[in-house]
Each structure stands twice: as C-alpha cells, then as structure tokens.
C-alpha cells in the first residue's frame, strides 16, 4: 500500500476551551435538564431533529455527558441512525483526543483509492493499524451502493478504517457507540412484538428515566403521587440486591421534593450502585483494557471468562475483541517464526 494521501499525523494536546458566555450551561440536577431541554427545544438554530422536541434534546444530552460531550457538542454530533445513537467521524476521533490517551494517530488511503488504513497508538502501548478495503465493502454490499459510498468512496473507506482502530484501542472512551459513518450502513433495530402476558420489565438507561420524567412532568399536578419518606428510600436503596432493584429504588428516589432528602438518598444510591459493581465483577472498561494489554493468546482469552455480568451487547464486543487481539497475536508470533527461518 502507497502512504502517498496522509489524512492525519501526530496526536496534538487539546486546544484550550474558549470560556463560555454565560459559564457552564451543563446541568446539575434532573430538574435543570429538563428545564434546559425545554430551552433549546423552542431554538431554531438547533438541528431540525430536535426542534420542538424536547425529549430528544434530553436524550442527547445524556448520551453526551456519558462520552464526555458537552450539552451543544452533543447535539451537533450525535444522531440516531437505524435505532442506534452514533456520533460523527470527526467528534469520535476529538473525543480521542481529548482523553489524552492517544500518542499517535495516522490515516492513509492508497493511490488507487482501494484501501484505507489507520493506526492509533494509546498511551503505554504499542501501535495498532486497522485497514479497511474497496474489497471489504463489496463483500459487505456497500460499494456503489447510493449515497456517500457512491459519492465519496475514499471517505467513507477512511472512516471505516478509523472506527475499527479507535473502537478497539479506546473502548473505554468510545464506551461502544458507533461511528455514524458506519452505523448508516448497519440494518435497522426493529423491535419484535412480544405477548403482553410474556413480556419482561424492561430495564430503563438514565436517559430513558430522564425521558419518562419530562413526560410526568407535564402531568396536572393532582396526577402526582404523593412524595415518599425518606426513611423508605433509604430503605429501598441499601436493601437492593441487584441492579433492577436498584434501579426501582432510583424512581423511589425521583419522587422526593425536599433538596435535603434528594442528597441524602443520591448519596446512598452511589454508595449501593458502587458495592454492586465490586460483588459483580470487573466493569467494561477493565476488562477491555485486560485484552488489550494481554501479550499471549491465553491471556486475551482468559479474560472474556469474567463477563457473564455484563449486558449481551458487551459482551459480545468483548469477545470480538478478544477474537481480534488473538488473531494479531498470532499473526506477530507468526512473523517472527518465519524471521527466525
């Protein structure tokens, strides 16, 4: 492969924040963001998809806090493709560097615009390169296939090669969301109807919680029931035994109005969420960072043996991770073998 169109070089350190002209607009509290989601809803220079939507613009926000995004950089470089919340090429890639992780990133495409290829080195590691071919996207159907694969090949080749090294090297920035670039390619998330006498409770992410209080927020008031003791949240939340039970306490906790009881019982839900995660197990981030530092092919296999705790999503990225640190394992051992011949 030709390096003669370099995309990126070398890491840079992060460019200084501008100060902000009304100080820090990120909430602090449910009750200001969903204040704030109501703000920008009625905005019309915000992006169309959150025009007179509030919820979404919730939503966003959420997703953002959890990757590291403030509340307008959320809103600009996250979307919803295919039921999958993604964020564009460029924010993955300044999340990345924002971290302070990366030492090195370099994006090349050859000559003959057949071939994409990044390499990312993190802090304390060696250089990982992921490539991605024409060939690979006609195998995968995306080549001449209508829209930017169409228009811009070369680009979307590049952003392939760039999700794959930044997901596998910095999944514990990345958290697992999807480049958008790809996710526009990936089927859609259809949800399968289920007998409502088989139906399971279905497990809500802080963002849905906040999502479902703004909607009992526009309630008449009389629909409200009344606030529970602070006694039997506390009670609820050191008694919980599991996620579930601890996520049933957190909507307990919701309904509290005194600013008092609101600390006391956020400060035992982290105290309880925190004794769960030690019983349970090692976290996402943890065990990524097991694989990706493991020199031998037991190692990175040894590692996937702790992650029956975790949700089916990860764990399936887990094991494809582990799949693919085996096969680069295997591949160096391979060279230096033939070396030796």
Request: with cysteine; net charge negative; charged share 25%.
């Amino acid at each position: 492969m030709s390096d003669n169109t370099a995309i990126a070089t070398e890491a840079r350190a992060p460019a200084a924040k501008p100060a902000p002209g009304f100080g820090n607009l990120t909430p602090k509290t449910l009750d200001e963001a969903l204040r704030f989601a109501d703000i920008l809803a009625k905005s019309s220079i915000v992006p169309k998809d959150y025009q007179g939507n509030p919820g979404n613009v919730l939503v966003a926000v959420q997703w953002g806090a959890e990757i590291g995004l403030p509340p307008l950089q959320a809103m600009q470089n996250i979307a919803v493709i295919n039921g999958r919340p993604a964020i564009w090429g460029d924010a993955m890639l300044a999340l990345v560097r924002g971290s302070g992780l990366l030492v090195r990133i370099e994006e090349t495409i050859s000559e003959d615009g057949q071939e994409a290829t990044c390499t990312v080195q993190r802090r304390g590691e060696e250089p990982v390169t992921r490539t991605f071919t024409m060939e690979d996207a006609k195998r995968a159907g995306l080549a001449g296939k209508q829209g930017p694969w169409k228009q811009y090949p070369r680009r979307m080749l590049q952003m392939r090669a760039r999700s794959w090294a930044l997901r596998d090297v910095f999944p514990d920035v990345l958290r697992g969301v999807h480049i958008a670039e790809e996710a526009m390619d990936m089927p859609p998330i259809e949800a399968e109807a289920v007998p409502a006498e088989e139906a399971s409770p279905k497990r809500l992410s802080r963002a849905e919680r906040a999502r479902a209080a703004l909607a009992k927020r526009r309630k008449p008031q009389q629909d409200q029931p009344a606030p529970p003791a602070l006694q039997d949240v506390l009670d609820a939340i050191s008694s919980a035994d599991s996620d579930q039970a601890l996520e049933a306490a957190a909507d307990l906790a919701a309904r509290l109005q005194d600013e008092g009881d609101i600390k006391a019982a956020r400060k035992a839900w982290r105290e309880r969420k925190k004794a769960l995660a030690a019983e349970a197990g090692p976290s996402y981030a943890q065990i990524a960072e097991q694989i990706n530092q493991a020199q031998t092919s037991e190692a990175a296999m040894a590692a996937i043996e702790h992650i029956g705790h975790l949700p089916p999503e990860q764990r399936e990225e887990l094991t494809q991770l582990a799949s693919r640190r085996v096969d680069a394992i295997e591949a160096a051992s391979g060279g230096e073998q033939d070396a030796l011949i």
